[in-house]
Structure formats: C-alpha cells, structure tokens
C-alpha cells in the first residue's frame, strides 16, 4: 500500500509540473508574440503601381511586427469611390487598428470616415489637394499622414525638349474626377507654356470616354502628358490602342502607365514608398509615433525611364540618361 501511495504522489507530482511548464510555455509565447493587429487596407483599384504599393506596405510591416502579429484586410474598390467609402465603413465597425488607404479616393474616405483610427495613405500625390487643406505645411494634424508619389513636375515637363525638340502642340490627358491629377496637369501646362509649347488639357469622366477623349487630344497634339492618374492607369490599353497608331508618343508619370501606353517616364518605385508606408504605420502599431505629428513623406529617388518596345514602335531615339524599363 505504501509503494502504490508513493507511485501515486510521484504521478501526481509529475502532473503538476508539466501542467505548471505549459503555462511558462504558453506566457513565454505570449510575450513573445503581443498583440495582435487588424490593419484594413483599401485599395481604389487594380493596377501595377497600386499593387506594388500595398505589397510593399504589407512586407514592411510584417517584418516590423513579426509573422502572425498582424492581420491584412485587403479590399479592392474596383475604381469606384462609393466603394471606398463602403470599405472603410465596415473597417471603422470591426474597429481595426490602423487603415492604409491606397490612393486619393481611398484617403477621402478614410478620412472622412474615421477621426479616431490611424490612418495613412499611399500613392497620393498632393495631401493639401487631396483633404482639401487650405494651409498645408507637410503635416495634416489629424489621424492622417502617409508618403506621397509626386515626382518633380518641372523635371518631367522637361522630358518634352529632351523627347521631342520639334514639338509644339502638348496635349494633357488626365481623369477630371482625380484631383490631384488636375493638380499635376495645372503645374505641368504652367511649366510646358514657359518652355514655349501650346497645351491643351483634354479630361474624361470615366473609362467609358477614354477612347473618345483620347482620340480628340491625338488629332490635336504632337505629345500627350499623362499624369499618376488611376483612371488612365486602369485604362492604358485603351488609350494605346488609340495613340500608338496615330503616332503620338506620351510621357508618363508613373511607370505603370509608361509599360502600359508611354514612352518615357520619371518615375518612383512604388514598391518602395508602400514599404515607407508601412515602416510609418509599425511606428504608429507600436506607440513610437502620434500619426497628428508625423509628416507626410516623399520618394527620395526617381529614375528617368523609358519602354523599348514603344519607342521602337514610334521610331524614337532615346536621349542619354535613360534607363529601360523592366517589364
């Protein structure tokens, strides 16, 4: 009777301390992992530059927080603005920790949505434009901040005399429900004019005129300038279609409008700047940064770029300092 009583106290012992280790283990895990985050992300549409943006954003702040410390709510708008608002309303009722909003329609509505949740934007070109901010000075001073894709705008107007020194006649082709494409096509006309060239804006709504508009600016122009624009982004085939056989080269704002439709480009990684993004928003996660305080941050590097097939198509010499595109 003794021995089994001693067995007994031995089991019950043994029991006690695997049962005591588990616990150790699964705090020891516990601390290790700490929160876990819910990061809604919305995204205005489908396109290369976009895409590479909210890759970057989520690699970057999945190596800030560690594997499985953050959860991605990854929705698409599909181009429309009512669907922006639609997203960020469901991730304002879930309550998520921060908001990554992709594109100026996706910041409208974040920020219009929420002025408690973290939010940052990416591939914005113009925050004062964007949030119609009358006294913008680098820092919204709300839940808002983010990095911005603007390139130098005068450099870019100056691809004209470098592409094409014959020219006269400029067209701009850009989405007229984009503010800061209008932005960016008011500063490049500007620039363009003090340079001697003729310019003419030529807007569509939507991607059902973007042929027809596109045909109107090639019959007039012997260039088009497009800006980082979603719309035309979404749309580069189409307007191809349309510039290629007429002849008339585009300089491009972005890269992906230049592989889909351009011939040149000075432009950014946008893989980069969503990494930029989510190097901000792991601050934020972690209580390092006040998003009120934090100001909005710009590319650092851009690249004179231009698409080799198009080029050879149109029958362009390229200019020296140009890099081709990677496809």
């Keep these: 009777m003794k021995r089994i009583l001693s067995m007994l106290l031995v089991c019950a012992m043994l029991v ?15 601390s290790n992992t700490g929160k876990v985050f819910t990061v809604g992300i919305c995204q205005l549409v489908q396109h290369e530059a976009l895409d590479a943006a909210t890759k970057g954003f989520k690699d970057a702040l999945s190596e800030a927080l560690g594997e499985g410390n953050v ?12 669907n ?6 469901g991730f304002v009722a879930k309550n998520v920790d921060l908001i990554m909003a992709n594109a100026t329609p996706a910041l409208q509505a974040a920020a219009a949505g929420t002025d408690t949740i973290p ?11 964007a949030l119609e901010l009358t006294d913008f000075n680098g820092v919204v001073g709300t839940n808002v901040s983010g990095t911005s894709d603007l390139a130098p705008l005068d450099q870019q ?12 006649n400029i067209g701009l082709l850009y989405c007229s429900a984009e503010p800061n494409s209008k932005y960016q096509v008011d500063t490049v006309q500007a620039e363009l004019e003090n340079q001697g060239y003729t310019v003419t804006q030529y807007s569509f709504t939507d991607t059902n005129d973007v042929t027809t508009v596109t045909q109107n600016a090639c019959e007039h122009s012997d260039a088009l300038y ?3 624009d979603n719309t035309a982004a979404s749309n580069t085939e189409a307007i191809a279609n349309v510039t290629m056989p007429a ?3 585009v300089i491009a704002g972005e890269v992906g409008i230049l592989k889909g439709c351009g011939v040149a480009s000075l432009s950014i990684s946008y893989y980069d700047l969503g990494v930029a993004t989510g190097k901000m928003a792991a601050k934020i996660l972690k209580g390092e940064a006040n998003v009120a305080e934090m100001p909005v ?8 770029l231009y698409n080799p097939a198009n080029c050879e198509a149109l029958g362009l010499s390229v200019p020296d300092g140009y890099t081709a595109v990677e496809e």
């Excluded at 939010?119 to 434009?129: K, M």
């Excluded at 691809?159 to 014959?166: N, Q, R, S, V």
Aim: hydrophobic share 40%; with cysteine; proline share 4%.
């Design 247 to 249: 002849k008339v080269p």
């Design 226 to 228: 497009i800006p980082t």
């Design 84 to 89: 922006c608002t639609t997203i960020v309303n």
């Design 157 to 168: 107007a100056a691809m004209f005399k470098e592409w094409f020194p014959e020219a006269k």
């Design 297 to 304: 941050e710009y590319a650092a590097n851009f690249t004179k």
């Design 71 to 82: 959860v991605f709510d990854e929705q698409n708008a599909s181009g429309e603005a009512t």
């Design 119 to 129: 939010v940052l934007g990416t591939s914005i070109t113009e925050y004062g434009v």
């Design 16 to 30: 006690m301390m695997t049962a005591l280790a588990g616990c150790t283990a699964t705090e020891s895990q516990q």
